[in-house]
């Protein structure tokens, strides 16, 4: 097995990456309206959130699925 996820937009993306990139496209609060989990809602930092989506999957499939979402819009709008 080679390892190589072609077509995998996540492949190689860290979650600090991700989680930067909505915050500055979106920012704090379109962030915790669209997901509404307390680290982006009630006083959000990178370092605090990346601790609650590191221990909870369902919150980071969420995070990935938003980024997902961006990539697919930003790619649509650029055409």
Not at 1 to 27: F, K
């Amino acid at each position: 097995m080679s390892g190589a996820q072609p077509g995998n937009p996540l492949h190689g993306v860290t979650l600090e990456a991700i989680l930067t990139r909505l915050v500055e496209h979106y920012g704090w609060e379109s962030l915790g309206e669209r997901i509404a989990i307390r680290c982006f809602t009630h006083d959000p930092s990178i370092p605090s959130s990346l601790k609650f989506l590191r221990r909870t999957p369902w919150a980071r499939e969420k995070v990935e699925s938003l980024y997902l979402y961006m990539l697919r819009t930003q790619a649509r709008n650029s055409e």
